[in-house]
C-alpha cells in the first residue's frame, strides 16, 4: 500500500469520490448512446481510486481487495449470461470498488439493480419493450454510486 500524501484527508479523499461520480456521469452519456463503456474511463476510475487509498482513505489494501468482489461478482455474472449485462459494467464497479470500500460498493450495486429493475418494468408495461431490449446500466451504477456516498 502506497503510503499516506502529506496534507491529504477526508476532504480530499471525498472530493475524489465526487470525481468519480463525475467521471461515471460522463460514462454513462456514453453507455446511453451506444451500449459500450470507454475503456479510458474505467482506467481513470480506477487511478482514482487508488490515489484515494494514498491519501488516506478509510480502506485498508485488504479492504481494497474486498471491494472488488461485487465487480467481480458482476462479471462472473456478466459471462455466464453470455452478455446480457456488459463486462465493462462490471469493470467500472471493480474501479469504483477501492475508493468507496466493499459496503459502499455492494449498496451502489444493489441500488442500481433496484432503478435499473424499475425502469425495466416501466419499459415493459407502458413502452411495450420486449425482454430482449437492452438498457444502459452505468447510468444506474452512477445513481447507485451517488446513494451510497450520500450515505457515507
Sequence with gaps: MCPAV????????????????????????????????????????????????CMGGEATLSGALLSL???????????????????????????????LGLLPTFIALCVAFMLAAAAAVILMLFLKKGRSYRIPFVPFITAGTGVALWLM
Design 69 to 99: 468482489i461485487p465487480g467481480m461478482m458482476l462479471l462472473l455474472y456478466s459471462l455466464a449470461a453470455k452478455g446480457r449485462t456488459g463486462a465493462g459494467d462490471a469493470l467500472i464497479v471493480m474501479a469504483e470498488g477501492p475508493a
Design 6 to 53: 502529506t496534507g491529504g484527508g477526508k476532504g480530499q479523499v471525498q472530493q475524489m469520490r465526487w470525481m468519480i461520480i463525475g467521471i461515471l456521469s460522463v460514462c454513462a452519456i456514453f453507455d446511453i448512446k451506444s451500449l459500450a463503456v470507454p475503456l479510458w474511463s474505467v482506467v481513470v476510475t480506477f487511478l482514482l481510486s487508488v490515489s484515494c487509498l
